[in-house]
């Protein structure tokens, strides 16, 4: 299996910045698409951010466009999201999820096999 666990995350004032990382483990990385997902309380999961096997294709949901950045370094079995300009509706469980491919981007989380345990941002005003 595809293991992955996040950090990175924690309080932070409006307009100010984090950095997610995602650690892979247990097979070969670059087989994956993977892929950030957030979910706050009372809301469905949704997709924030996603990333091709190469990282030559990229996905993000409108509200991030901008101020988020998704990246990933297959030699270091690792993803990141770059977080700027943080708002406070950004406060959620940020999870990151792969899904074997090595073609395009996913967008669904139906299409992920495998998450991690979630670390959670909070973005205060």
């Known amino acids: 299996q595809l293991q992955l666990v996040e950090s990175g995350g924690g309080l932070v004032q409006a307009g100010g910045s984090l950095r997610l990382s995602c650690a892979a483990s247990?097979?070969?990385?670059?087989?994956?698409?993977m892929g950030w997902f957030r979910q706050a309380p009372g809301k469905e999961r949704e997709i924030v951010a996603a990333?091709?096997?190469?990282?030559?294709?990229?996905h993000y949901v409108d509200s991030v466009k901008g101020r988020f950045t998704i990246s990933r370094v297959n030699a270091k079995n690792t993803m990141y999201l770059q977080m700027n300009s943080l708002k406070p509706e950004d406060t959620a469980g940020y999870y990151c999820?792969?899904?074997?491919?090595?073609?395009?981007?996913?967008?669904?989380?139906?299409?992920?096999?495998?998450w991690g345990p979630g670390t959670q941002v909070t973005v205060s005003s």
């Open positions: 999820a792969g899904s074997y491919s090595q073609t395009d981007v996913r967008l669904s989380p139906n299409e992920y096999d495998y």
């Open positions: 247990g097979r070969t990385f670059s087989n994956y698409a």
């Open positions: 990333i091709n096997w190469s990282g030559s294709r990229t």
